[in-house]
Nanobody, 123 residues
Framework: EVQLVESGGGTVQPGGSLRLSCVFS????????LAWYRRAPGKEREGVAS????????RYADSVKGRFTISHDNAKNTVYLQMDSLKPEDTGMYYC????????????????WGQGTQVTVSS
């Protein structure tokens, strides 16, 4: 079973940036879809961004478009989430996930999950 380990979370002021990383225990290309989800305090987990390793197609939640960028490095078996212009409402636990297909609205299609990394945006 593939293992996913996130890192890069922390506390940042509004307007700041963070880059999250997620290292896979196997060849990243074995997972067609790589994605980031988040759970804000008191809310359900939601999809943030996804990318297909086959052709690089990306998708973003409307709330993060233009501010977040998902990418992957095959040589390092790592997927990243660059987060810029952070807002307090971006606060939450961020999880990376993988699967055969991407969905930001149906997390049940994702097959493997990391343990999460906490992001707090506060002044």
């Amino acid at each position: 079973e593939v293992q996913l380990v996130e890192s890069g979370g922390g506390t940042v002021q509004p307007g700041g940036s963070l880059r999250l990383s997620c290292v896979f225990s196997e060849d990243i290309n074995s997972n067609y879809c790589l994605a980031w989800y988040r759970r804000a305090p008191g809310k359900e987990r939601e999809g943030v961004a996804s990318i297909y390793t086959t052709d690089g197609t990306t998708r973003y939640a409307d709330s993060v478009k233009g501010r977040f960028t998902i990418s992957h490095d095959n040589a390092k078996n790592t997927v990243y989430l660059q987060m810029d212009s952070l807002k307090p409402e971006d606060t939450g636990m961020y999880y990376c996930a993988s699967g055969l297909v991407c969905s930001l609205v149906m997390e049940s299609v994702m097959q493997s999950w990391g343990q999460g990394t906490q992001v707090t945006v506060s002044s």
